[in-house]
């Protein structure tokens, strides 16, 4: 699909700052883009060089800087500060070459701007909520510039990434998440807004640290926490009432919690939860392409048993039971094995969310034992620990399957839980191997296998989106079951040939479209939507999608 524009619009040049005040106004700054006309009415002369710069120009000038940084940090650094000037020129750089620069602003990098967030920490984005707000988070929500907000992404950084407790170092993710909605799914910039609720942090080495820029106490647990977040909900409603918000990167006890408790009474939904699972079964939905056989004869094996582990296993046996499998049955299809062991039934020390999925079996020791006697047919990785798909355990599923899936998804990079190299050796070839960081295509034997990225940006913009564009109400499992659907439906025969289980990811606005779509319609069906249903749904939804050129401002 053909980039949309979106169409020019005739700015008042009475809402138009001038002079430095425009040139540092990241949302309306062209830079050395400025026409004649402009520089003269916005009192730019001389705050300029001379030469009229296009916007392709000014693209090929970031791209010659950005490929000669030394380090993937300190390309991570020099986008946030494009973005901080010139937000337009930001999100152009990033959409044309996205591939390039998915790894930068989003995982794995993140995961490293986040750790040192408090080092490199230049220009404040977002909001950040603390337990001195109580009371007052309404009024705080509205020093946010803008009051149009669609889409927030909140985290109280708990468990950031495979990297844990991080605090409000954690906003790197909101920030880059709400990046990911503007390049992916077309969604204003000035519609999103990334929130860190900071309710403490229980890592000492940065309550020790002098350049920590987080509250300096210990984590808010119990009836405390819960208040505080339902006084953030309410707010949320009051101040921002057709925004949908996103959970993310909560801790795992506090994550199933507060989705059970919030979904049926707002728009919200768990990317950790939900988006992953999403993505995660669109590709085994491709991978049944490859290995044939229907899912419901498949049995799968689950290093970690967390929010990604559980929500995958959920939607897999919403997804069985769609093909006839009775639940019982279906949930026996998903076995988990967390750092005791196989999580079997007979065990007393399991948390609430890990009892659907503690089937009766002897107990295991480790996935080694596990692999050998459940015999799955895919190993799904959602452990955050390096390494766990050892060679044992690899070729193990090469003996008992032609071609295993091998999901190896823990982020970012450093946490996987094997390589595309490994797994594509340790199979000699057969392997069908999905990351949640990117890896490069590995040759063997003259062959080249191209590693899927099982990445949650090819779901969650466009779930997003579909609710914005329809103003739904709720955000359900079927949402994200179907977007599974039609993301599976858009892999190619060329994709699978080259052992991609994902399209290209130079193809995600088709993607996000095509699944905002899908969202909408059931958001419709199922009476959730709030705006007048269009005529032609997918075309609604294009026109709406921002894509970043620059505007006449007169």
């Given at each position: 699909?053909?980039?949309?524009?979106?169409?020019?619009?005739?700015?008042?040049?009475?809402?138009?700052?001038?002079?430095?005040?425009?040139?540092?106004?990241?949302?309306?700054?062209?830079?050395?883009?400025?026409?004649?006309?402009?520089?003269?009415?916005?009192?730019?002369?001389?705050?300029?060089?001379?030469?009229?710069?296009?916007?392709?120009?000014?693209?090929?000038?970031?791209?010659?800087?950005?490929?000669?940084?030394?380090?993937?940090?300190?390309?991570?650094?020099?986008?946030?500060?494009?973005?901080?000037?010139?937000e337009t020129l930001f999100y152009r750089v990033v959409l044309e070459y996205?591939?390039?620069?998915?790894?930068?602003?989003?995982?794995?990098?993140?995961?490293?701007?986040?750790?040192?967030?408090?080092?490199?920490?230049?220009?404040?984005?977002?909001?950040?909520?603390?337990?001195?707000?109580?009371?007052?988070?309404?009024?705080?929500?509205?020093?946010?510039?803008?009051?149009?907000?669609?889409?927030?992404?909140?985290?109280?950084?708990?468990?950031?990434?495979?990297?844990?407790?991080?605090?409000?170092?954690?906003?790197?993710?909101?920030?880059?998440?709400?990046?990911?909605?503007?390049?992916?799914?077309?969604?204003?910039?000035?519609?999103?807004?990334?929130?860190?609720?900071?309710?403490?942090?229980?890592?000492?080495?940065?309550?020790?640290?002098?350049?920590?820029?987080?509250?300096?106490?210990?984590?808010?647990?119990?009836?405390?926490?819960?208040s505080f977040i339902a006084e953030f909900f309410r707010a949320v409603r009051?101040?921002?009432?057709?925004?949908?918000?996103?959970?993310?990167?909560?801790?795992?006890?506090?994550?199933?919690?507060?989705?059970?408790?919030?979904?049926?009474?707002?728009?919200?939904?768990?990317?950790?939860?939900?988006?992953?699972?999403?993505?995660?079964?669109?590709?085994?939905?491709?991978?049944?392409?490859?290995?044939?056989?229907?899912?419901?004869?498949?049995?799968?094996?689950?290093?970690?048993?967390?929010?990604?582990?559980?929500?995958?296993?959920?939607?897999?046996?919403?997804?069985?039971?769609?093909?006839?499998?009775?639940?019982?049955?279906?949930?026996?299809?998903?076995?988990?094995?967390?750092?005791?062991?196989?999580?079997?039934?007979?065990?007393?020390?399991?948390?609430?969310?890990?009892?659907?999925?503690?089937?009766?079996?002897?107990?295991?020791?480790?996935?080694?034992?596990?692999?050998?006697?459940?015999?799955?047919?895919?190993?799904?990785?959602?452990?955050?620990?390096?390494?766990?798909?050892?060679?044992?355990?690899?070729?193990?599923?090469?003996?008992?399957?032609?071609?295993?899936?091998?999901?190896?998804?823990?982020?970012?990079?450093?946490?996987?839980?094997?390589?595309?190299?490994?797994?594509?050796?340790?199979?000699?070839?057969?392997?069908?191997?999905?990351?949640?960081?990117?890896?490069?295509?590995?040759?063997?034997?003259?062959?080249?296998?191209?590693?899927?990225?099982?990445?949650?940006?090819?779901?969650?913009?466009?779930?997003?989106?579909?609710?914005?564009?329809?103003?739904?109400?709720?955000?359900?499992?079927?949402?994200?079951?179907?977007?599974?659907?039609?993301?599976?439906?858009?892999?190619?025969?060329?994709?699978?040939?080259?052992?991609?289980?994902?399209?290209?990811?130079?193809?995600?606005?088709?993607?996000?479209?095509?699944?905002?779509?899908?969202?909408?319609?059931?958001?419709?069906?199922?009476?959730?939507?709030?705006?007048?249903?269009?005529?032609n749904m997918r075309e609604c939804i294009e026109s709406q999608m921002y894509?970043?050129?620059?505007?006449?401002?007169?």
């Amino acid at each position: 699909m053909a980039a949309k524009r979106r169409k020019h619009i005739r700015m008042s040049t009475t809402s138009v700052p001038t002079g430095v005040d425009l040139l540092q106004t990241a949302g309306l700054n062209k830079g050395p883009g400025f026409p004649l006309e402009e520089r003269e009415l916005f009192r730019l002369r001389g705050l300029l060089p001379p030469q009229l710069c296009t916007i392709e120009k000014q693209v090929l000038r970031v791209m010659n800087n950005f490929r000669r940084m030394l380090t993937d940090l300190d390309r991570y650094l020099y986008l946030i500060a494009l973005q901080d000037r010139n937000e337009t020129l930001f999100y152009r750089v990033v959409l044309e070459y996205l591939e390039e620069m998915l790894p930068i602003i989003y995982t794995p990098t993140v995961g490293e701007a986040c750790q040192k967030y408090g080092h490199i920490f230049r220009r404040p984005r977002g909001l950040f909520i603390t337990l001195a707000d109580r009371g007052e988070i309404a009024d705080l929500l509205r020093n946010w510039p803008y009051v149009d907000v669609r889409i927030i992404v909140v985290t109280d950084g708990e468990r950031i990434l495979g990297l844990g407790d991080l605090g409000s170092n954690g906003m790197g993710i909101p920030v880059g998440k709400l990046s990911l909605y503007t390049a992916c799914a077309g969604v204003a910039p000035s519609q999103c807004l990334p929130i860190t609720l900071d309710v403490g942090t229980n890592t000492q080495s940065l309550l020790d640290d002098p350049l920590y820029i987080g509250t300096r106490e210990r984590r808010l647990r119990g009836e405390d926490f819960d208040s505080f977040i339902a006084e953030f909900f309410r707010a949320v409603r009051e101040v921002f009432p057709h925004a949908v918000i996103q959970f993310e990167d909560f801790g795992t006890n506090n994550a199933f919690r507060l989705l059970d408790y919030y979904r049926d009474k707002v728009s919200a939904f768990n990317d950790d939860i939900q988006g992953t699972a999403s993505v995660v079964l669109s590709g085994i939905y491709s991978s049944l392409r490859l290995t044939g056989g229907a899912l419901k004869d498949q049995r799968f094996l689950f290093l970690g048993a967390g929010e990604a582990g559980i929500g995958i296993a959920d939607l897999i046996t919403s997804a069985m039971i769609a093909e006839g499998l009775p639940e019982a049955e279906a949930r026996k299809r998903s076995w988990h094995v967390d750092s005791k062991g196989l999580v079997v039934k007979s065990r007393t020390d399991l948390a609430p969310h890990k009892l659907p999925y503690a089937h009766e079996h002897e107990p295991m020791p480790d996935l080694l034992a596990a692999v050998k006697a459940l015999k799955p047919t895919g190993i799904i990785g959602v452990s955050g620990q390096p390494g766990k798909f050892t060679q044992e355990i690899v070729e193990a599923m090469a003996e008992l399957n032609e071609r295993p899936l091998v999901f190896s998804l823990s982020n970012p990079t450093s946490k996987s839980e094997c390589t595309a190299e490994e797994a594509y050796t340790w199979t000699k070839g057969r392997a069908i191997f999905a990351s949640g960081s990117p890896f490069d295509p590995v040759t063997l034997d003259g062959v080249t296998h191209v590693p899927g990225q099982g990445n949650n940006a090819y779901v969650f913009p466009g779930v997003g989106l579909g609710i914005i564009a329809c103003e739904s109400s709720r955000v359900t499992d079927e949402m994200f079951f179907e977007a599974a659907k039609t993301l599976a439906g858009l892999v190619t025969e060329e994709d699978l040939a080259l052992g991609r289980v994902y399209p290209a990811m130079t193809r995600i606005r088709e993607v996000s479209a095509a699944i905002a779509t899908t969202v909408a319609e059931i958001a419709y069906e199922r009476g959730f939507a709030r705006r007048p249903k269009p005529e032609n749904m997918r075309e609604c939804i294009e026109s709406q999608m921002y894509y970043p050129e620059y505007e006449d401002y007169i």
